[in-house]
């Protein structure tokens, strides 16, 4: 199968609250990135963190990699409503010109 | 940045027929890769498309089933092949002008439904 893991497959959480996304992959990589998806259609891109960074911040996400354990998270902090979609990490390994997404977590944000 | 304009943006068609699903971008890129995605599902990717040579398929997908083309820099077609209910899916394109700086840029998708 192309696809790494991502946990969990859904995350329910009430408006303010944090939510944090987990993802995890087996071989080496260059970089990894986050994807956000509304309504099954176009991707949002987030954040992209190269093998040799461990932490990015953009707004009100946050995103960290351990290379070591194949896995990176995104954690989105003071959740709203709007922010209610599919996020996917996707990424590409080492001596590859492809980029390969996770299974995703649909992030539900209630108001 | 890079815009995309994919085309159809839906279409409902009969089984054991084919669709051609166009994708324009606004600019010279590098690299073009076209997508599914299952109801309910992640993104698989389907092939790298090469310009002015024949694609570049993963494991699962066979020219004769998705043939690809792309003649020029800012335009590359998928054609869905013999439909069936199974191919029931969106198809996305996507474009990247360099995979290890930046990211991917991706069209609004085909929503294919076949009947």
């Known amino acids: 199968s192309q696809q790494g893991e991502e946990d969990p497959q859904a995350l329910s959480i009430q408006e303010g609250e944090n939510a944090t996304m987990n993802c995890s992959y087996k071989?080496?990589?260059?970089?990894l990135q986050w994807y956000r998806q509304n309504s099954g259609r176009g991707l949002v891109h987030l954040i992209l963190i190269r093998s040799n960074e461990r932490e990015k911040h953009s707004g009100r996400l946050r995103v960290t990699l351990d290379t070591s354990k194949k896995s990176s998270s995104l954690l989105i902090t003071a959740s709203r409503a709007a922010d209610t979609a599919s996020y996917f990490c996707?990424?590409?390994?080492?001596?590859?010109?492809?980029?390969?997404f996770g299974t995703g977590t649909r992030l539900q944000v209630f108001p | 940045s890079a815009v995309i304009s994919q085309k159809p943006s839906r279409d409902i068609c009969q089984r054991g027929t084919s669709l051609t699903i166009q994708c324009q971008v606004d600019?010279?890129?590098?690299?073009m890769f076209w997508y599914r995605q299952q109801p309910g599902q992640s993104l698989t990717l389907i092939a790298t498309a090469n310009q002015g040579s024949e694609a570049t398929y993963e494991s699962g997908f066979v020219i004769d089933k998705f043939p690809i083309s792309r003649p020029n820099l800012t335009f590359s077609t998928l054609t869905v092949s013999n439909m069936s209910p199974e191919d029931s899916s969106i198809y996305l394109c996507?474009?990247?002008?360099?995979?290890?700086?930046?990211?991917?840029?991706f069209g609004q998708g085909t929503r294919l439904t076949v009947v």
């Open positions: 996707a990424r590409v390994s080492y001596n590859t010109d492809k980029l390969i």
């Open positions: 996507s474009v990247v002008t360099n995979l290890l700086n930046t990211e991917a840029f």
């Open positions: 600019s010279q890129v590098t690299m």
């Open positions: 071989t080496s990589i260059n970089n």
